[in-house]
């Protein structure tokens, strides 16, 4: 074997490892992206702008919730708008939070409301959830194709927004809401937006 055949053997030697380096750099960096930052800070292309028009059913055999619309949302109050579904596990985790928020007599001093959209879901799953676990909604619109969520830019359940009383968002939490979250964060965007 000259030197030449060497040199060529080695090359290809080389070339058989440059396939697997790249796949190991591409894992390193989509785990790097993965974990990096706070999945609830996305940002919003919607911030600032007036909610979507929509207009959306009340949940049927709910009768005594009506359903929801962006007028709604430019009734005046600073709203929380929360979407939900029935068959998010995320969502049965931040109920709690919503729920004590809807009997919380500062949020009610301040004519702060809680209203709800509930996406891709069935009626008799709504209605068994908010049934079981208590229903923190003032207003609860139906949300069967997702077009309206879809509208909102949201991309996953739960998501939360805070729309000031004019009907400009002016915050989104993406991700289940603790109490944390809650008195960290959105308390005081809706401070901002009573403002």
């Known amino acids: 074997m000259d030197v030449s055949e060497t040199k060529e053997a080695q090359r290809r030697s080389f070339l058989v490892y440059v396939p697997l380096l790249l796949f190991g750099f591409l894992v390193i960096l989509f785990l790097f992206r993965l974990f990096a930052g706070d999945a609830s800070r996305l940002p919003s292309a919607l911030i600032g702008k007036q909610v979507p028009e929509f207009a959306l059913q009340p949940i049927a055999g709910l009768s ?104 400009k968002i002016v915050y989104r939490f993406v991700g289940p809401m603790s109490e944390e979250a809650y008195r960290d964060t959105i308390f005081p965007e809706i401070e901002k937006a009573l403002r």
């Open 64 to 167: 005594d919730k009506p359903g929801l619309s962006s007028a709604d949302l430019r009734a005046g109050r600073v709203t929380i708008l929360n979407i939900f579904a029935s068959w998010c596990v995320p969502c049965h985790q931040e109920h709690d939070t919503i729920l004590r928020l809807s009997k919380d007599a500062k949020l009610a001093s301040l004519g702060v409301r809680i209203a709800g959209i509930a996406y891709k879901d069935e009626p008799a799953n709504i209605r068994r959830f908010l049934g079981e676990d208590g229903d923190p909604y003032a207003l609860v619109g139906d949300d069967r194709s997702g077009r309206a969520a879809i509208d909102l830019g949201v991309y996953g359940v739960p998501e939360t927004f805070v729309i000031k009383g004019d009907g």
